[in-house]
């Protein structure tokens, strides 16, 4: 039974590992929700269609340095311990969110523009590789008994604060300022307040402590033996890939694509998208631990099973029901109802993916498979679905990339096996 003193401990604990994974997620929202504004600032052309879409590709390509990032700092997590990897991702993040929040357009510095915000998103992607196979994991190893979905369920829950977040300061400012401001420079200024609670968080994870499961391992694997590792369980690796592609892909469809469908499809004010994003926040951080829980008592399989079925059956309707009359409140209420369904899933889904990995390569094997997925699926869902409705003319065509989301979730859910909890070699 925990004291007050050990539960307030655990508390910070959670708060402090958590505050990195905020910053990461707040900076790819803010690019997000302002990706035709920063077209326009780094990628200017006489086609909207196409700076929107050189947008969301850079937005893109900074997940295609997530599995780079998750081998890289994922062994050096495993080798040097939890608190140092942590440390070192919110370093390097710095680096990105700064340098993009500080570059000067296109029309100041020519082609330098769009080339230095690439490489501070492939930066960030670099760090962001580590970043939640290394929270997901430190929140598994000081877990009371028991309660470890609880737990890991914050990793989650932590970025659905930054959406929120970074939601509401793009409400306040869209009522402030008018659009043409907002376009000009008001996309700056959420991105320069990620830049001024740098040092509050690397305050906050630096007084981390390190894991006791870490600290009592007598083994400290070498860079090779986790790569030797990684590459002889590979089929854990790619079965952890389909788990967490229905999670990326849910998410980044309705928090980081909400603003830009809402108002580049379906014609909505930009002030109601934003709005609906902030409540699918709200709803995402109530459902993470309370999901999280359900699954310390009914087990992860059985949740993952039903939800992934539940997506299968209902994505591709609702979309159907929204775009044929688009409004506010049919916005609100599918997104919801998504919400509902990631919220649900993933709560069961990030746990689950810290018992399959072989505990001595648990972050770097964590974190290459949530990478890869989010690589090759979730962070282009915004891209593949303002392609796929330019070339088809089908708006509801985001229900069927759900769709198939959906069943690389089930079939992943149907293979997976946790580990052994003994097990320690490599």
Not at 336 to 354: D, E, K
């Amino acid at each position: 039974m925990l004291t007050a003193s050990d539960r307030k401990s655990k508390i910070w604990s959670v708060i402090r590992v958590s505050s990195g994974n905020f910053l990461e997620m707040y900076d790819f929202m803010v690019f997000g929700y302002y990706a035709a504004a920063i077209g326009n600032a780094f990628f200017p052309s006489g086609n909207p269609f196409l700076s929107l879409m050189l947008s969301l590709m850079t937005f893109g390509a900074g997940f295609l340095m997530r599995p780079l990032g998750a081998i890289v700092l994922g062994a050096y997590t495993d080798r040097h311990g939890r608190r140092a990897g942590l440390i070192l991702t919110l370093g390097l993040m710095s680096v990105g969110i700064v340098s993009i929040a500080c570059m000067p357009g296109y029309a100041t510095i020519g082609l330098l523009a769009p080339l230095l915000v690439l490489v501070g998103r492939l930066l960030q992607g670099f760090s962001a590789g580590m970043e939640l196979g290394g929270v997901s994991v430190y929140l598994s190893e000081i877990a009371t008994p028991g309660h470890k979905g609880f737990y890991v369920s914050w990793q989650s829950a932590s970025q659905q604060v930054a959406v929120m977040f970074a939601a509401l300061i793009g409400v306040v400012f869209s009522s402030i300022l008018p659009p043409e401001k907002m376009t000009l420079w008001g996309w700056r200024i959420p991105l320069l307040l990620g830049c001024v609670i740098l040092p509050f968080l690397f305050r906050l994870r630096r007084s981390l402590q390190e894991t006791n499961e870490f600290s009592a391992r007598k083994h400290r694997p070498s860079t090779p033996e986790i790569l030797r590792s990684l590459t002889t369980n590979w089929r854990i690796v790619l079965i952890g890939t389909l788990m967490v592609t229905m999670t990326t892909v849910s998410f980044y469809m309705i928090t980081a694509y909400t603003p830009t469908f809402g108002s580049s499809v379906l014609h909505l004010a930009s002030i109601d998208t934003l709005i609906v994003t902030l409540c699918v926040g709200g709803s995402n951080l109530f459902w993470l631990p309370v999901m999280g829980t359900l699954s310390d008592r009914v087990g992860r399989r059985p949740q993952l099973v039903v939800f992934t079925v539940l997506m299968l059956a209902t994505a591709y309707p609702v979309m159907l029901w929204l775009v044929s009359a688009p409004s506010f409140t049919r916005l609100l209420a599918v997104e919801l109802w998504l919400s509902f369904i990631f919220g649900s899933y993933n709560g069961a889904m990030v746990v689950f993916l810290t018992e399959i990995m072989p505990v001595a390569v648990r972050t770097s094997g964590f974190a290459l498979a949530y990478s890869l997925a989010t690589a090759v699926f979730g962070g282009f869902t915004p891209a593949i679905n303002t392609y796929l409705i330019q070339v088809t003319g089908n708006r509801a065509v985001p229900g069927l990339w759900l769709s198939f989301a959906a069943i690389c979730g089930l079939v992943a859910s149907l293979l997976a096996k946790p580990q052994p909890v003994a097990v320690e070699s490599l």
